[in-house]
């Protein structure tokens, strides 16, 4: 069949988004899982971290579903949910809309550009528990702030939330991609100890309400950038770093940056994720849904003034944390 697919990305974190509001698809649960596979596969011709589903919604302007690379369904994608929220605002000629998402209807805005010529919008990140079950993570805290996790490592601690996708968050003063990627393999493989599998981030502190951020993503692996393990770094750096809440952190990633606040509501946090949208290249594909192949990539049109604008903005980010 023919899909007609946009590809974009948010800090780099590289998406395949389907309109199934326009498109006639009809895709049953088990085609969209088998195109997630197949598209998301680095040695097709597309590749991708993740699939962006946009369906109709009887709540909200539009829904959006998220799978990843091995076809698992998540709860949350914040920075898929920025484009999702560029493509929905601009279809629909509005600055704000509500996407309804598995577990949230989340308010999603245009912003103005976080650098030059960059489109920037901000969503929230939210529902977000602290507690061990949302994860759920088996251990003896009911709050896992800062705790160690024995099975994982013997000198590192663990803050363990969910926002609502779950991840474990760990401040160290250097990352090693190696170590991070050993961690995330063996979390994820041990499903007494979390179910459902987690996001493992390492956050280095830069200082000056600056942090980095290096995630290896459940369903995925290493990826440049995740933008709820980056909200979700940002609100345990405001827990354990004493950074303040209700100001904005700068969280630098191998993609680019993004700006996350994070926001006290009564007993309830919030954080709000401000980044770039951007659109790579649209096209249509054809794929042979059953065996998975992509047989063909055609009409692909490439956005080049927007990679351009975002390849001045990753390097303007690399050099502020370089310098
Ligand atoms: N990259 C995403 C998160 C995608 C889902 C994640 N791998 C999971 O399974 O929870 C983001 O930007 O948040």
Redesign the pocket.
């Known amino acids: 069949m023919n899909i007609e697919i946009l590809k974009c990305h948010?800090s780099n974190?590289d998406f395949v988004l389907i309109d199934e509001m326009t498109g006639a698809y009809a895709f049953s649960e088990e085609d969209r899982v088998a195109i997630a596979k197949s598209l998301c596969d680095r040695n097709s011709i597309v590749g991708a971290?993740?699939i962006l589903f946009v369906l109709p919604s009887d709540v909200a302007e539009a829904q959006m579903r998220?799978f990843?690379p091995d076809g698992?369904e998540?709860?949350?994608?914040?920075?898929?949910l920025r484009c999702v929220a560029r493509y929905v605002t601009e279809k629909l000629g509005k600055d704000e809309v509500v996407i309804e998402t598995p577990e949230a209807n989340l308010p999603v805005v245009k912003k103005e550009e976080m650098y030059e010529d960059i489109p920037s919008f901000e969503v929230n990140i939210e529902p977000v528990s602290f507690d061990a079950a949302s994860l759920p993570l088996k251990s003896a805290h009911q709050i896992h702030i800062e705790q160690p996790i024995p099975v994982l490592s013997k000198d590192l601690t663990f803050t363990a939330l969910s926002v609502p996708?779950?991840h474990l968050i760990t401040v160290v003063p250097e990352i090693h991609d190696e170590n991070l990627s050993w961690l995330g393999k063996v979390a994820n493989q041990d499903k007494e100890l979390l179910p459902n599998?987690v996001?493992v981030s390492y956050v280095q502190p830069l200082g000056d309400q600056k942090i980095f951020v290096r995630t290896y993503?459940?369903?995925?692996g290493l990826?440049n950038?995740?933008?709820?393990?980056m909200s979700a770094s940002a609100l345990t750096t405001v827990i354990v770093e004493m950074n303040q809440l209700n100001e904005e952190i700068f969280v630098f990633n191998r993609g680019g940056f993004v700006i996350c606040t994070a926001l006290k509501d009564g007993d309830d946090y919030v954080i709000k994720l401000r980044g770039n949208a951007t659109y790579v290249y649209q096209s249509t594909v054809q794929l042979d849904v059953a065996s998975g192949e992509v047989k063909e990539m055609k009409d692909r049109t490439l956005f080049e003034m927007e990679n351009h604008a975002y390849a001045k903005m990753q390097s303007y980010a690399q050099e502020q944390i370089t310098l």
Not at 225 to 229: I, K, L, M, V
């Open positions: 948010g974190n971290d993740g998220m990843n698992s998540a709860e949350m994608c914040g920075n898929g996708n779950p599998g996001n993503e459940r369903g995925v990826t950038a995740c933008g709820t393990a």
